[in-house]
């Protein structure tokens, strides 16, 4: 059989390219690959807490609201890699709280318009405003990368084989701040401490492997890589969420920390009920009657007639009995007995009861 010869091989591919004999060797998609992905819903993991946040204010009998933003811009240097506003983020996140909450939206331009076709809009005026921007965007605040290589050969220290291995990673953290504020909107002054500071660290991950070997100078090798960007759009979004929860948990200076993963104590929340109860603490009918409320909430059947009596005495103890409170040492109309009370209310429970008493009237 005679040899072909590597011109002979050269030769019979280049007729077989212009001839188009040539076999296709192109890579198909296979069908999962070329279908279009179906739209889904966007639940994220403050969607439900912004929810309850809404029950949490009915239950600790919060009047409704109505809420207005004012533009939530992009005030960092790094115009091109932000949103220039996100407040239809802030939008969606006050709408998810419920019917206590009521935005008003602001378009005076469609109103202007809407009047000069004849249209007669009984507009309403919101109680509180929301201001704010992204205040911070820095980029690679952390970095590091880590590398390893190996390569080996064998042949009797001619090399007639080598093997190589190699890997490395790469992580990256970038940093986004958005300060958000509550202002009246009958003065357009600010509620004093109510606002929120709030960061997030968007994560990025990459990894990557090789491996190769050769024989008498023929090798094969095969190499891959992963990595995991978190976006910076759904990172506004938690971040947009999770301050929508607190700085309306602080307007209501309600324990809506309780709604979040490991939420910590708002120590501010709860020294402004202190400050509440020692309001009143002079007037013993009006605190008795205080306490009486929340036992209510809580589920017993008690009055609310603002007499320290012996009913009010055995439905404390059984309040001890059934929560076990253990911060609370010295039970009575005290303040100590008050802040137990509110931050152990059984929001569902409460709901329950203040829904009826409305719907009976």
């Known amino acids: 059989m005679k040899k072909l010869t590597g011109i002979t091989i050269y030769s019979t591919a280049i007729f077989l390219l212009l001839t188009g004999c040539a076999p296709d060797i192109t890579p198909t998609l296979t069908k999962q690959e070329k279908e279009i992905a179906s739209p889904f819903e966007e639940v994220t993991r403050y969607s439900n807490a912004l929810r309850h946040l809404g029950e949490m204010i009915t239950a600790y009998e919060g009047d409704p609201i109505k809420i207005q933003s004012k533009f939530i811009t992009n ?17 969606t996140a006050v709408n998810k709280i419920g019917e ?73 953290n970038t940093k986004i701040a958005l300060d958000l504020h509550l202002l009246n909107y009958k003065t357009m002054t600010m509620f004093p401490s109510l606002q929120t500071q709030n960061s997030i660290i968007l994560y990025r991950r990459s990894k990557e492997r090789e491996f190769g070997f050769s024989i008498f100078g023929n090798g094969l090798g095969f190499n891959g890589s992963v990595s995991a960007n978190q976006g910076k759009h759904e990172a506004l979004r938690l971040l947009v969420e999770f301050s929508i929860l607190e700085l309306v948990g602080k307007y209501y200076n309600i324990p809506y920390w309780k709604l979040l993963p490991n939420g910590k104590k708002d120590e501010m929340v709860i020294a402004k009920e202190k400050r509440k109860f020692r309001s009143i603490k002079k007037d013993k009918k009006l605190a008795t009657a205080l306490i009486q409320r929340m036992l209510y909430l809580h589920g017993y059947k008690i009055q609310t007639n603002g007499i320290y009596n012996k009913k009010t005495q055995e439905t404390l103890k059984s309040y001890v009995k059934d929560y076990k409170p253990s911060h609370l040492k010295k039970l009575g109309i005290n303040e100590e007995t008050y802040i137990s009370l509110f931050l152990t209310l059984p929001v569902k429970k409460a709901v329950y009861l203040v829904e009826n008493e409305r719907f009976s009237r």
Request: glycine share 8%.
């Open 75 to 91: 005030d960092t240097s790094s115009e091109q890699e932000l949103p220039k506003d996100i407040s239809r983020m802030l939008i």
């Open 100 to 172: 206590n909450i009521i935005y008003v939206p602001y378009d005076p331009q469609y109103l202007l318009n809407e009047a000069q076709t004849g249209a007669q809009i009984n507009r309403v005026l919101p109680d509180i405003v929301i201001s704010g921007a992204i205040t911070e965007f820095d980029k690679d605040v952390y970095k590091k990368n880590r590398g390893l290589n190996a390569d080996f050969a064998f042949g009797n220290g001619k090399g007639d084989t080598d093997i190589g291995y190699s890997q490395s990673s790469d992580k990256s």
